[in-house]
């Protein structure tokens, strides 16, 4: 007999997330029956984003509590929503806030009821979430685990390490079994350490748990995850790759980016990418130019799409315009997937199925003030997203997602 998927309760709660800067926790009841999700925050975030709401008291968590939030799926959202159906959900919630950007009711707000709504249905349809989401949204492709992309040295605003580029990341593409790869981001990782710690640099860690070591030049740090990943005993450009988020829009200002001291256009930050390409394992290039910089984003995909994968996120922020955009700019030849960017599930993977029929390669991503709730590592699988990025192998929020990707490897 089939178990009733109606709403009859949401409750929410402010919570801490990584940073201990307040978040949403959304519950959603169907009868005895109930599933919760946690919502992330970013630091680095693009202007496009969907609005996250904070109540702006400086007495109260320096502004960034989320009562407003709380009261506003409490009273506003939630009688709207009982006696509904789980599986519509989503769509109603944006027939209520009618914004482009959920400055009615908050993204926080919206993507909480949606995410955990989401995970009621799958189960009370007795479905793994991944099994859920992929039979639901029918995906034409397979549920696979998705080659983990581990941010192991922070700049940029994750870190005062002094680097432009905001995330330096390890990616075991060469090796097959997902369990295998996360042990080897694990060992590299550990490595690392010490090699910091020989040259007398810091491993203190940043906000996704990777080093934050004061280095001179970006350059510098290449050099440091590749000696690293030898002494490990891999192979860089072979087992090992290396991706970057250079978080571009950070530096960028009246048509000119402040890069390791110098004011240098477009076409100047794309040849030293160019040149990064030829000495090192790099595989993947995201926001290599600002999130407005089209033009520049043209140039860039034009003289590397052959080279790396070039990954859009502020430029594209989840949004399936700005992704229809970039096709007809011939804009980049990835995307990045970040929920919170867009508020629900639904507007996460009509994205990323957008993306998957234009050939464009998936990530999903995590947020830098994240919490341990693990649904983005079930979103992957059930996309089959070629890649995810959730942190550094290291502190609880990050490793919840690694660890749900070894459970879905093990025991499903």
């Known amino acids: 007999m089939a178990k009733n998927n109606k709403i009859t309760q949401i409750k929410a709660l402010e919570i801490l997330d990584s940073r201990g800067n307040p978040t949403v926790q959304v519950t959603v009841f169907s009868g005895k029956e109930k599933a919760r999700a946690c919502v992330p925050s970013g630091a680095s975030t693009g202007i496009h984003e969907a609005v996250e709401l904070r109540d702006g008291d ?3 968590y320096h502004g960034k509590g989320v009562t407003k939030v709380i009261k506003n799926i409490e009273t506003k959202i939630a009688p709207k929503l009982k006696n509904k159906s ?15 950007n959920k400055s009615q009711l908050g993204a926080n707000a919206i993507l909480g009821i949606s995410l955990a709504s989401a995970r009621l249905s799958a189960r009370l349809k007795n479905k793994t979430l991944y099994q859920y989401i992929n039979q639901v949204y029918k995906f034409k492709n397979k549920t696979t685990l998705p ?23 390890l990616v075991p593409a060469g090796i097959k079994k997902y369990h295998l790869q ?4 694990s060992e590299i990782f550990h490595t690392l350490k010490k090699v910091l710690a020989n040259q007398n640099l ?22 440091i995850l590749v000696t690293a990943i030898k002494q490990a005993g891999y192979r860089p450009g072979k087992d090992i790759f290396i991706a970057l988020d250079v978080a571009a829009s950070a530096f960028y200002q009246n048509d000119k980016y402040s890069f390791e001291g110098k004011k240098i256009y477009s076409g100047d930050l794309i040849e030293i990418y160019t040149q990064w390409l030829k000495k090192y394992p790099i ?11 089209w033009t520049g984003w043209h140039l860039l995909t034009q003289k590397l799409t052959k080279k790396s994968m070039l990954v859009g996120d502020d430029i594209f922020t989840t949004n399936v315009d700005r992704l229809k955009h970039g096709f007809e700019m011939n804009v980049a030849n990835s995307i990045l997937i970040k929920p919170n960017q867009i508020g629900t599930l639904k507007e996460t993977i009509e994205c990323i199925q957008l993306a998957q029929k234009n050939n464009y390669k998936v990530v999903i991503s995590h947020r830098s003030g994240e919490t341990t709730d693990p649904f983005i590592a079930d979103l992957a699988v059930a996309s089959g997203a070629e890649f995810i990025k959730t942190g550094a192998p290291n502190r609880g929020e990050r490793v919840a997602k690694y660890n749900r990707l070894l459970e879905i490897e093990f025991n499903y």
């Open 202 to 223: 810091r491993t203190a860690v940043g906000d996704e748990g990777g080093f934050a070591p004061k280095i001179k030049t970006n350059t510098q740090a290449l050099d």
């Open 182 to 185: 996360l042990r080897a981001g």
């Open 86 to 100: 789980l599986d519509q959900i989503d769509k109603i919630l944006l027939e209520l806030d009618k914004t482009d």
């Open 147 to 169: 080659i983990p992309m581990f941010n192991v040295i922070n700049g940029g605003q994750h870190a005062d390490s002094g680097l432009d580029v905001q995330e330096f990341m």
């Open 283 to 293: 595989i993947s290039i995201e926001d290599g130019l600002a999130e407005d910089d």
């Open 58 to 60: 400086k007495k109260r």
